[in-house]
């Protein structure tokens, strides 16, 4: 008697538990006529058969790689099991590296329980994965037909409604009360106001985003929908009678040109991950490095991911975020953070301090005047050739390049003398400190603003490089180049910045 496993599925959220069940009794009854004993069974509820990206059924060929008690995986037909034939194939091969065998409970297949060949069964298989494919394909396309169809008659064809809008009779219509929310949203962020304050003064006023409150995501996910424009793209066509307009093109032009100011390589496969190197996890300890993946349809999708669930996904539980989202809450709270807490006049006296220091040490000016002594030296030497009645057209050349070469110089020298008399004044600091950041690039930001991160499921903590104190600890503060480090929260004046956010 062989052991056997079950792998089932169904397709549709609109099917019911009920096909699953009804494919596991034909299983269990074909097990029960043919000897087999079932020791598992994997299911994928409402899952597609075009891939293989299933979490059960990628768990089954994980499982058949190590030295389970099991031979055989039975499925109620073919298309369970798949309706793409490569991939059919290559998973068929991977368990019959494994010595694994694929069995269908209603189907001839090309392999027998005993493991001999079933010769129709070679045949017949390779009809059935091909009807599969087929009536997979046939269907996809149908149904795309009938929805293009339908938006080109400025039909809504169904999906998660955008927020602001209403559905009558598969026509969409603006829903005032949420519109004038959604108006107000994008007018706030042109004007400056980060997403985190937006969502809470929504909050605050008791608005609710479908029920529920507003998070910062919502906010982004909202600022970058072209449907407030009146554009649905889809399928690289584009509808303008679908979704009736209901933000500015200016205003959404505005807010597309400060979103982009803080995205970075967002298309990118060399993408740069602004938290790089300063994230660790909140439960393991271990760091959190940025990662990708690739869905199906080819889009890359960009992610922060525990290194030690990286290598195994057991040894940690902490879930991936997404990079944009992770990357926009620390901008924000960053910014924040600069704009509101940080004592500017001693950042000002400190970029003032550290000017000086640095004109005071004028290394630049130095290295010009020994450059230019170096060149009157030889200067002075052609010129004694010259007295000496040492005349080549060589030597008028290197006259000319030597001259060019002080005046050069003496250009310079002037410039370093000048910056010497004239170094950053207060009133020059401050006017950077107080509107120049906003044009800092995020990376930059980041690097001088974000310290460490700790980072848990449902909450971030981040150490911010600033203080308006000396550290007892340190007994050298005075010679530092820059703000000491301390932690801050945003909701009491304790240690840390703490940001509940949910995911």
Same mark, same amino acid.
């Given at each position: ?328 809450? &620390? ?10 807490? &940080? ?6 006296? /400190? ?36 007295? /000496? ?14 001259? /060019? ?9 002037? &410039? ?45 903590? &981040? ?41």
């Amino acid at each position: 008697m062989k052991n056997a496993v079950i792998y089932a599925r169904y397709s549709s959220d609109k099917q019911t538990d009920q096909s699953i069940e009804g494919q596991l009794r034909v299983c269990n009854e074909y097990a029960e006529r043919n000897g087999l004993t079932i020791v598992d069974t994997y299911i994928d509820r409402a899952t597609t058969g075009t891939n293989d990206n299933r979490p059960s059924f990628q768990r089954m060929l994980s499982d058949s790689d190590k030295p389970v008690v099991w031979d055989i995986v039975l499925v109620y037909a073919i298309d369970r099991f798949g309706r793409n034939a490569i991939e059919i194939a290559m998973n068929k091969q991977r368990l019959k590296k494994n010595g694994k065998t694929l069995i269908s409970a209603t189907q001839r297949t090309s392999d027998n329980i005993d493991g001999t060949k079933n010769l129709d069964g070679i045949l017949l298989e390779n009809v059935y994965i091909g009807l599969a494919e087929y009536f997979s394909a046939e269907l996809a396309q149908k149904v795309s037909r009938g929805l293009r169809e339908n938006r080109e008659k400025g039909l809504y064809t169904g999906g998660t409604l955008t927020y602001g809008y209403k559905v009558k009779d598969k026509k969409v219509y603006v829903d005032e009360d949420q519109a004038n929310i959604v108006r107000e949203i994008f007018t706030m962020y042109a004007n400056g106001h980060m997403a985190r304050k937006i969502a809470d003064r929504l909050n605050n006023s008791g608005i609710t985003y479908n029920g529920k409150i507003f998070l910062q995501n919502a906010i982004y996910n909202m600022l970058h929908n072209k449907k407030y424009i009146g554009r649905y793209e889809v399928n690289g066509e584009v509808y303008t009678n679908i979704f009736p307009q209901l933000i500015d093109d200016a205003v959404f032009d505005t807010v597309q040109r400060r979103l982009e100011h803080n995205k970075l390589g967002q298309k990118s496969r060399n993408t740069n991950f602004l938290l790089k190197g300063k994230i660790v996890c909140g439960y393991c300890g271990k760091n959190i490095n940025g990662d990708s993946g690739t869905s199906h349809t080819g889009k890359v999708s960009y992610y922060y991911k525990c290194v030690n669930k990286k290598k195994n996904k057991n040894n940690c539980h902490k879930a991936t975020v997404r990079k944009d989202y992770l990357e926009n809450i &620390v901008l924000d709270m960053a910014m924040e953070i600069f704009t509101s807490q &940080v004592d500017l006049d001693m950042i000002c006296d /400190e970029i003032i301090r550290v000017n000086r220091k640095s004109i005071a040490d004028h290394s630049t000016l130095n290295i010009l005047l020994e450059q230019k002594a170096q060149v009157e030296k030889s200067m002075a030497n052609v010129m004694k050739a010259i007295e /000496e009645g040492i005349i080549y057209d060589v030597t008028k050349n290197r006259v000319k390049e030597l001259q /060019e070469q002080l005046d050069d110089l003496s250009a310079k020298i002037l &410039v370093e003398q000048y910056k010497q008399e004239n170094g950053i004044t207060r009133e020059e600091a401050m006017e950077y400190l107080t509107s120049g950041v906003r044009d800092l690039s995020p990376q930059l930001l980041i690097d001088l603003m974000v310290n460490r991160i700790e980072l848990f499921d449902d909450e971030i903590i &981040v150490w911010f490089n600033y203080s308006n104190k000396n550290n007892p600890d340190d007994p050298d503060t005075e010679s530092r180049d820059f703000i000491l480090q301390e932690k801050y929260t945003m909701r009491v004046n304790t240690a840390v910045i703490i940001v509940t956010m949910k995911l």
